[in-house]
């Protein structure tokens, strides 16, 4: 085997459908309520000045995270991610090694957590293994993640099964995101920087009393917009720009026994965020028998009579590119009272995620074809909890929760003027193609209800035992319908010539309807999580956690053979997927809590795990294989590894902060999956065909490095009112403040290992840095920073293409094909540098 190293519209609002299943159950954790519900903790300071810290400089839910809980997680102040600029989550997740957020645009998104969300399918009726919560509110879809986050008041991951304490079931972790709450105290800041690609951020947050004591509100907004590090040659765009903003707006009442925060948030964006890559050379494809494939640009010049313009990447010529326009809103209310000694918390929500996409038609010139999806979801989000008090020697949650979510799925492949010859024959008129619009129209409905219950028995002040369930009841509802819109010039042609044509562009029946599926099931999730506390510096937990995740859409669609006989549908429904977790850690804090030192092992075992497969069951008349490609199910996949985070505070005002994790994803047993490409050769040798299916059982997971680093530094020093003799108003003391960070990734495998040639990810860092000043009073800050210092471009995804109409819009790398180049992404931004001034305006 050669090794190959590479160095370098909407839906309707149907809220009565929303159903909620009730059962009981037993809670560790309240902090969250009880800081909103107790009157004396309604008013939480800005991200700036800080939520209250202890003698080692921890706030209240850092020191939770990072020493209190016996559970593996990590921690982003809000206070770090102003002063670095971590705006969105890819920010995030170059401090957080096990977290790898794969947002390359609003839909086909995947967030991982210990590598799971790289293997598994993409489409948007997927569940996910990692859930996404924002102030108490857990939103399914990725779309609702596409934003920038800029009243940050921390980034939390938490890891295992999850949904025993709130939110809905999730098998192998969420990304927890709390924001500001309104203040009692009047401020307003504004927030402008500038960089490189005349970047430009605004950010406004104004927040104060409507009356005093009871009632405050905050308002934020933020506008980001960049030209894009590249330009397509044909219109000037800039390609993987920013060209988005939004605004947020919240309430926060406060009574003797009740607390109610209502948010409202708005966001729009328009980027041409789906092109992000290019060819970097010609076709390099090799069969496993020896043959080699046909180059592209000989498939080019043969069926179009074109030649290849460049195969540099920074230098395409786009054919009709469009943007990916999206939209956000989002609406939620929790409420907490005080009932007794207890607390009553009721979280409400509704958000709707839409996006329009617009791909190009064609790289070099050529106008083949362009398929996007166009997708409405909706989600309406009832939950209730009761919690006890904290300190007592049980404590205790209780709660319900109910989740109605329904997607519209209306994609469209558009054909262009080339489409007719290139997937016909150079003699093929071109108007029998020509503006024809295939249309695969699919739905989506999830109805999820569910009771949880988590329980801490202090046997005494060392060991705590904790227990918690979530049972649950699912219903899952598809279907799909395809159809055909005739082009510019259909009308000199018959129904079946059309639909010949796009079954021959797209491989499937194009006028069909599945008709509507549903399947319910009920998911349990139960934890049990001992703990020991050794002594004031020492604690060591163990975890036994099992966990389901429902059944995915396959938005499907039917399977014929080249004499247009019909075959069959691929699956609509999938499997449900179950996770076994075992872990056990330590979190250790020395030195009066100035060095803090966690490490957690880990063993996931999952089994019908959901991914892309390949349906070879089927053959046309002259016995080949028709090969489909839908969402199914592997039958077990395993996870394992270590993670650690520690922060050391060696000298007085600089902190030292590593985190770490080395994880193994393997297929244990996979007995029948897809071939990689080089072992679907078109040409038999001796008789010899490429195999169906081939077996990946005991290889380990391609796309995700084995280790991964961070290692970072703050410091700040008082230069006390350095500017006293520029005049009276520079009196102020001031403070010299910076930061720098490397994030280090491992090799990456690209291709699969039992492909006949693997090509890699060399191992790379990206740096961050940054440097500023503040006024002591917090009325001024200016900085300047620069993100991925060394200008590394490396590629950490291989994501391909199934179509070739977007074969030069995958997520990664690919050596390419007879009918694709040879391609490659650019994942990583560029080196990016500016500055930014913050201004206190009252």
Do not use: C
Request: negative net charge.
């Amino acid at each position: 085997m050669q090794q190959k190293r590479l160095v370098g519209r909407s839906p309707s609002l149907e809220a009565s459908k929303l159903v909620l299943t009730l059962i009981l159950a037993a809670s560790a954790s309240r902090d969250a309520a009880l800081a909103q519900a107790a009157p004396e903790n309604a008013q939480i300071e800005d991200v700036r000045v800080g939520a209250a810290v202890n003698d080692a400089g921890l706030t209240r839910q850092e020191e939770k995270v990072l020493v209190k809980t016996p559970r593996s997680g990590d921690f982003v102040g809000g206070q770090k991610a102003q002063t670095e600029h971590l705006e969105r989550l890819s920010d995030f997740s170059q401090l957080v090694p096990n977290y790898r957020p794969n947002i390359s645009n609003p839909q086909t998104s995947r967030p991982a957590i210990r590598g799971v969300g790289q293997g598994a399918g993409t489409g948007n009726g997927s569940e996910n293994d990692t859930g996404f919560i924002i102030d108490n509110v857990f939103w399914k879809a990725v779309g609702f993640q596409w934003a920038d986050f800029v009243e940050i008041e921390n980034f939390e991951l938490g890891l295992g099964p999850q949904g025993t304490a709130g939110g809905k079931n999730t098998t192998v972790g969420n990304i927890i995101v709390r924001t500001q709450l309104p203040s009692f105290e009047r401020k307003a800041t504004f927030e402008t920087s500038f960089g490189n690609h005349t970047h430009l951020i605004e950010k406004l947050n104004v927040t104060g009393p409507i009356i005093d004591e009871k009632l405050a509100y905050r308002v934020t907004f933020f506008y980001d917009k960049d030209r894009g590090f590249l330009k397509d040659q044909v219109t000037g765009a800039g390609i993987s720009d920013s060209n988005r903003w939004g605004a947020r707006g919240q309430l926060y009442y406060v009574g003797d026994e009740v607390t109610d925060r209502l948010i409202f948030s708005y966001a729009r964006s328009a980027e041409y965020n789906n092109n992000n890559n290019g060819p970097f050379s010609n076709s390099l494809q090799i069969f496993a028998n020896g043959t080699i494939a046909t180059d592209y640009a000989t498939t080019v010049f043969r069926r179009l009579g074109k030649q290849i313009l460049t195969f540099d990447p920074y230098k395409p010529y786009y054919t009709h590119l469009g943007t990916l326009d999206s939209r956000t809103i989002t609406v939620s209310n929790e409420l907490n009272w005080q009932l007794g000694e207890n607390t009553f918390t009721s979280i409400s929500a509704w958000g709707e995620f839409r996006l329009l996409p617009y791909n190009n038609t064609g790289n070099q010139l050529i106008d083949i074809s362009d398929s996007h999806t166009n997708q409405w979801t909706d989600q309406y989000l009832q939950e209730f909890r009761l919690s006890s008090p904290k300190d007592q020697p049980l404590e205790w949650t209780v709660g319900l929760f109910g989740l109605y979510e329904k997607v519209f799925n209306y994609s469209e492949t558009e054909y262009g003027s080339d489409a007719a010859q290139w997937f016909g024959s150079p003699t093929t008129s071109k108007g029998l193609l020509w503006g024809v619009d295939y249309h695969t129209d699919g739905k989506a409905l999830t109805i999820n209800g569910a009771a949880y219950g988590q329980a801490t028995y202090h046997v005494d002040e060392q060991l705590a035992l904790t227990f918690s369930l979530r049972n649950g009841y699912e219903v899952k509802e598809g279907s799909d319908f395809g159809w055909i819109q005739p082009g510019y010039l259909s009308g000199n042609f018959t129904l079946q010539q059309l639909a010949n044509a796009v079954r021959g562009a797209s491989s499937t029946q194009q006028f069909f309807d599945t008709g509507g599926t549903s399947k319910g099931a009920n998911l349990l999730t139960g934890i049990f999580n001992p703990s020991y506390r050794y002594n004031d510096n020492i604690l060591v937990y163990g975890l036994v956690g099992r966990g389901e995740k429902a059944a995915a859409v396959n938005f499907a669609v039917p399977i014929y053979d080249s004499t247009n006989a019909f075959k069959g549908f691929q699956p609509i429904l999938t499997k449900r997927e179950v996770s076994w977790d075992y872990e056990i850690g330590a979190k250790t804090n020395w030195l009066d809590g100035k060095l803090i030192a966690n490490v957690n092992f880990y063993w996931n075992d999952l089994y019908n795990f959901q991914a892309n497969q390949t349906d070879t069951s089927y053959v046309d008349s002259t016995g080949s294989p028709i090969r489909s490609t839908y969402l199914g199910s592997v039958p077990h996949v395993r996870l394992k590894g270590v993670e650690f985070t520690g922060r050391w505070n060696p000298i007085e005002r600089l902190w030292i902060n590593a985190s770490g994790a080395f994880t193994e994803a393997r297929y244990v047993s996979y007995p029948d999956a897809a071939p990689p490409a080089d072992w679907i050769w078109t040409t038999n040798i001796n008789g010899v065909k490429p195999p169906l299916t081939i077996s990946r059982s005991n290889t380990r997971w391609e796309n995700l490095p084995i280790w991964a680093f961070n290692i970072g530094a703050n410091y700040e020093h008082p230069l006390g009112a350095a500017f006293a003799e520029w005049g009276e108003w520079a009196k102020q003391p001031v403070t010299l403040f910076g930061y720098i960070n490397a994030s280090w990734t491992d090799k990456i495998l690209f291709t699969s290992p039992v492909a006949t040639n693997t090509y890699w990810q060399a191992p790379f860092t990206i740096l961050n840095a940054g440097f500023g000043l503040r006024s002591d009073d917090e009325h001024w800050s200016i900085s300047f920073w620069v993100k991925n210092l060394l200008d590394r471009r490396e590629v950490t995804n291989t994501t391909t293409s199934t179509n070739t109409s977007a074969a030069n819009n995958n997520n990664g790398w690919s050596p390419g094909s007879a009918t694709t180049p040879a391609t490659m992404a650019f994942t990583n931004q560029p080196r990016s540098f500016g500055g930014s001034l913050l201004v206190k305006l009252y």
